[in-house]
């Protein structure tokens, strides 16, 4: 059975620093896949984990260019937004294969939508607000 630990954060810092330690902890080859609704974090996350692998430069989610790639830190990142994509067979034409196996980390947001060419052993990190707890309290569960 996969391990699986789920964090509660009260504010974008807090959501940040959850990142940034998976960031540190991050080896070359892995896989994490971010699932949550627009406006739960997932940027803000991504942001943390690009500092936890020492990635100074400005980090923004790649809806539109689908893949950004960071080679300033401990391990390049290969940071992926997949919420344009309508059919998996389009990570074909990004070469998604090639960074699963490359010598970085992939960080792939709304990873749900290419859920079936993920690896089984990716890492999945599921973000959920709390609404009815105040809008800023997110759940954050992480599994493998």
């Known amino acids: 059975m996969k391990e699986r ?3 509660e954060t009260s504010s974008a810092q807090e959501t940040f620093e959850i990142g940034r330690r ?7 080859g892995m896989v994490y896949a971010l699932n949550g ?8 996350f991504s942001k943390g984990f690009a500092a936890g692998l020492g990635i100074v430069e400005p980090v923004s989610s790649p809806t539109f260019t ?3 790639i960071y080679e300033e830190g401990r391990l390049p990142l ?4 997949v919420y344009r994509i309508e059919d998996p067979d389009e990570m ?4 998604l294969d090639e960074y699963l196996e490359g010598d970085g980390v992939c960080l792939i947001e709304w990873a749900e939508r290419i859920e ?9 990190v599921d973000l959920e ?15 493998g």
């Open 5 to 7: 630990k789920v964090y």
């Open 22 to 28: 998976l960031g540190e902890e991050a080896r070359r």
């Open 37 to 44: 609704d627009l406006g739960t974090g997932k940027t803000v």
């Open 66 to 68: 689908i893949l950004q």
């Open 78 to 81: 290969y940071h992926f937004d």
């Open 92 to 95: 074909e034409e990004v070469g």
């Open 116 to 124: 079936e060419l993920l690896p089984e052993d990716c890492i999945r």
């Open 129 to 143: 607000k709390e609404p009815a707890r105040g809008n800023d309290l997110r759940r954050i569960t992480i599994t």
